[in-house]
């Protein structure tokens, strides 16, 4: 008999043993027992589809009004409903957890992403175990459980291949099968992927055809067919969170010809086509109003005219990217159908786990690291032209100018990260469940937000939300189940009180009201004037004559205005959000930050076979002077490959031996390549190859002069003219003997890199400059046990 609902509050359901006659002889007559029967979760429970796109604004997907082609997204919406009041938290870790737990980000210790994550509970990036994820509840229920594509909820001092694995997905996530990547985001054509916890390479190359979102959704669909052959009772619960279209924005060519002059009139045009389209379909209300562009939003005519063509393909490719992807999701759809499981399935399909994505500066780029590290200013328009061709290629790590993505979040205010406006936080959704909607192609405008999607779950499959879950009592679901408003356009809205937050910029519904106030620009990463919190302007709107928020009623009604504060500080406080923490760039150093961090010291040993270290997992070597040692064995025809490097082409430094010479490379943001390289060949024997790298001092980003040894002796020396000094890679490692990924220095591919002597171990000291050129294997051993 299945457990009833009372037992499927405490998870795992306790086993009882069943009552009856105990014989001694299996042959009497009297011997029976209930037949085994597999765990499964109510009877009607749904198969279940959650598919979250990346940094996609509200008016960017056809299927809500923008210009970028999404028929997949049409069809489910023509056969289920669209929801044009769903809101994210504007960053995408913090949706992502608020998603898989049904709780407020900060209160699962997301508030903002885990690379800036600090000691403070609402911002640690450790999520409570007293709120489990959803996928556990449904798993332990008896729900098959698969995710595919992104995971940005792993603490980066928890992201090496030691684990612990508590926050991933396959770890303590709930789910039985992962494939896809750790991190906010990868390079769509050499992606760093993982099939449960273990590193894997993608199965293709880039000039074989391969591309991550096909990938992922070959695996998705792969997985639901093996699991309705081999337990077609058995529901299961798929969440597919494809990279795109965060950038990098990585497409085939022949999807952005098709796009090819589509945005030549700019972004100011293109956002009134837009809002002209979304009155047409209905999406927002006929009163609704275009709001005014921002100051700090430069208008179209005001660019340079011989910067506009590179504009226009950031937008070509961005429109292609996001074709693509809706393209394969609806290769998963046509397996569901074709498996004949669509109608039984209730399939969310998110469009943006926050608004469009300003992160890629006034004028776009080539490589978005370039921003993240203060060193935009490199990629100047002449630069730009010249890679023009380039964008959306293996060769770019591209991302588009803020006035497009201003223009994909119409008729909305700002963009991703300003959590104040529904720019940042306001996404278009589509919710198919053939079985349960009647009056498909309906629209829904119920405030919702992104933790209401658990509670929607539990309900539809009539899993009551846990009280107990492996031993420890846990805390209610923050979320509001949105299955009322299936059945009703017009039923009022459950969900109606809501902060905002994020990086100080902050807001509150209440009813049909909002309070919000911008605090910091999302494209000003690095430096910038910041007011103190008290001091920053407060704006006031009815949402319920105002769907955009475009007049602000601060002056004409301070009482209401007061009374929304006052309810944010409330909310602020029951859900942690407090103290509030505007720092960016700052946050990204973990002293500073004030968590944890995985190795300690000046010095790291590594041994040969290491590798997919993320950028937390190795000490740090940016604005400072540091060592590389590494012992080898070189056979009588030389040596060549990689003894060790940390990024990847888009930014990095490796040692390496090229055509027999030991070289040090330093590669900033794939725009400035230095090679120093030994003015003789290694030797043969087993020896110590050195490079040291002596730190100009002075601020970030300085160069060196860096020196080669072997076994001591100089055998070479050269300059590095500049360095990286915030960040590498968002998706690149560390490797020893080889190179995962895309290739610090170009004269090597990741099929070529690996090291064809023998390496015995390989060191790394920071800030040593005055170590032995030769390393014992006394202080070697005396540093690896410092290490246990």
């Known amino acids: 008999m299945r457990p009833d609902q009372h037992t499927r509050t405490m998870l795992p359901i306790p086993d009882r043993a069943a009552p009856g006659t105990i014989t001694y002889d299996a042959r009497d007559p009297d011997t029976k027992f209930p037949p085994i029967e597999p765990l499964l979760p109510p009877d009607g429970a749904p198969n279940v589809v959650v598919v979250l796109l990346d940094d996609v604004g509200f008016g960017a997907s056809s299927t809500f009004g923008g210009p970028c082609n999404t028929p997949t997204a049409e069809r489910l919406a023509g056969g289920g409903l669209r929801f044009n009041r769903f809101h994210t938290t504007a960053l995408c870790a913090p949706t992502r957890q608020a998603l898989l737990t049904g709780r407020n980000h900060h209160s699962v210790g997301m508030g903002s992403i885990t690379e800036t994550a600090t000691s403070a509970p609402g911002n640690s990036s450790l999520r409570p175990n007293t709120k489990a994820p959803l996928a556990l509840t449904l798993r332990l229920n008896g729900y098959s459980t698969a995710q595919f594509g992104k995971c940005h909820e792993v603490p980066v001092w928890q992201s090496s291949p030691m684990g612990p694995f508590d926050a991933w997905p396959t770890g303590g996530g709930g789910f039985e099968t992962f494939y896809g990547f750790i991190g906010g985001e990868n390079n769509q054509w050499d992606p760093a992927l993982y099939d449960g916890t273990t590193p894997v390479e993608p199965p293709a190359t880039a000039e074989e055809g391969y591309h991550l979102t096909e990938d992922l959704v070959d695996h998705a669909s792969a997985w639901v067919r093996q699991q309705k052959a ?26 952005i010809e098709k796009y090819q002059g589509a945005f030549d009139d700019g972004w100011d045009v293109q956002r009134e086509r837009t809002f002209a389209r979304q009155k047409e379909l209905g999406v927002v209300p006929v009163d609704a109003e275009l709001t ?30 996001m074709e693509h992807t809706d393209h394969h999701v609806g290769r998963f759809v046509d397996t569901l159908e074709n498996l004949g499981v669509l109608d039984d399935t209730l399939v969310f399909y998110i469009l943006g786990d926050n608004g469009a994505s300003a992160e890629g500066t006034v004028n776009g780029a080539f490589n978005e690291m370039a921003n993240f590290n203060g060193m935009a200013a490199l990629e100047t328009p002449e630069f730009m032209r010249s890679k023009v061709d380039d964008f959306g290629s293996p060769d770019s790590y591209n991302h588009y100018a803020v006035g497009w993505a201003w223009a994909m979040n119409s008729p909305l205010q700002w963009t991703k990260q300003v959590a104040s406006h ?36 539990l309900e539809a499959a009539g899993i009551p939300e846990p009280t107990m879950v ?17 059945d009703d356009a017009e039923s009022p809205e459950r969900h109606d009180l809501q902060y905002f937050e994020m990086f100080g910029n902050r807001g509150v519904y209440h009813r049909g009201w909002s309070a919000v106030t911008k605090h910091r620009t999302p494209w000003d990463m690095v430096g910038g004037d910041l007011v103190a919190f008290d001091d920053d302007t407060w704006e006031l709107y009815d949402g319920t004559t ?32 407090l103290p509030l923490d505007d720092r960016t760039a700052d ?55 990689v003894l060790i490097a940390q990024g990847g082409r888009f930014g990095g430094w490796s ?94 591919s990741a099929r070529t890199s690996r090291f064809t002597g023998r390496i015995s171990w390989v060191q790394l000291d920071v800030g040593r400059d005055d170590h032995d050129h030769f390393i014992s294997p006394e202080e070697r051993l005396r540093i690896a046990m410092a290490q246990q």
């Open 292 to 321: 005014v562009r921002h100051d700090e939003i430069p208008a179209w005519d005001d660019m340079p005219d011989e910067l506009k063509p590179v504009l226009a393909r950031q937008m070509e490719v961005y429109a292609a990217f």
């Open 587 to 641: 946050r990204l150093v973990p002293e500073v930050a004030g968590r944890p961090t995985l190795i300690h010291g000046d010095s790291q040993l590594f041994f040969p076979g290491m590798g997919r270290l993320s950028e937390n997992s190795v000490v740090n070597v940016k604005n400072k002077s540091f060592s590389v040692t590494a012992e080898v064995e070189v056979g009588a025809d030389g040596a060549d490959g």
């Open 422 to 457: 529904w720019g940042g936080t306001r996404n278009g959704t589509v919710v198919h469940w053939p079985r349960r909607i009647t009056g498909a192609g309906g629209l829904r405008s119920q405030f919702t937000h992104v933790v209401d999607v658990a509670p929607t779950v």
């Open 230 to 255: 081999l337990m077609p009772d058995k529901p299961f619960f798929v969440y597919l969170a494809p990279g795109a279209t965060h950038a990098p924005h990585h497409v085939p060519a022949e999807w």
């Open 655 to 748: 040692v390496h031996t090229t055509g027999g010479r030991l070289t040090f490379t330093y590669n900033v943001l794939g725009i400035h390549q230095f090679d120093v390289v030994a003015d003789e060949p290694v030797p043969a024997g087993k020896q110590q190859l050195r490079a040291e790298f002596a730190y100009d001092g002075g601020g970030l980003a300085k160069g060196g002069d860096v020196t080669l040894y072997h076994d001591g002796s100089p055998v070479g020396s050269g300059r590095v003219e500049a360095t990286q000094p915030l960040v590498f890679s968002a998706d690149e490692t560390t490797d020893v003997g080889r190179e995962s990924g895309t290739c610090v220095s170009r004269a090597y």
């Open 470 to 486: 492996n031993g420890v009592l846990q805390a209610p679901v923050e979320g509001t189940s949105m299955l009322y408003a299936f």
């Open 546 to 577: 105002d769907f955009s928020q475009a007049r602000d009623l601060a002056v004409e009604q301070p009482e209401m205005l007061a009374k929304l504060q006052r309810l944010w500080l409330i909310e602020a406080t029951r859900y942690g959000v």
